[in-house]
């Protein structure tokens, strides 16, 4: 007999563990954060943004006749 036969069942529970171990890494990087290390995040989130949108260069529109 050859070595190469696959049960269904064990096919399919090993999918279903590698399904659910993806949704608890998944949840263990969405709710395994705590309060205060969520808020200084979102504070670095919205200073990096602040500075990037105060680097940008104001282009002119495309329908300005001064531009022409």
Not at 9 to 32: H, P, Q, W
Not at 40 to 56: F, P, V
Request: charged fraction near 45%; glycine fraction near 4%; aromatic fraction near 2%.
């Amino acid at each position: 007999m050859p070595n190469n036969i696959i049960k269904f069942g064990k096919a399919k529970k090993s999918l279903a563990r590698k399904a659910k171990e993806k949704t608890a890494a998944e949840n263990r990087v969405r709710f395994g954060q705590k309060k205060t290390a969520k808020k200084k995040r979102k504070a670095l989130t919205e200073q990096l943004q602040s500075k990037l949108d105060g680097h940008k260069l104001d282009k002119p529109k495309p329908d300005d006749p001064a531009v022409d």
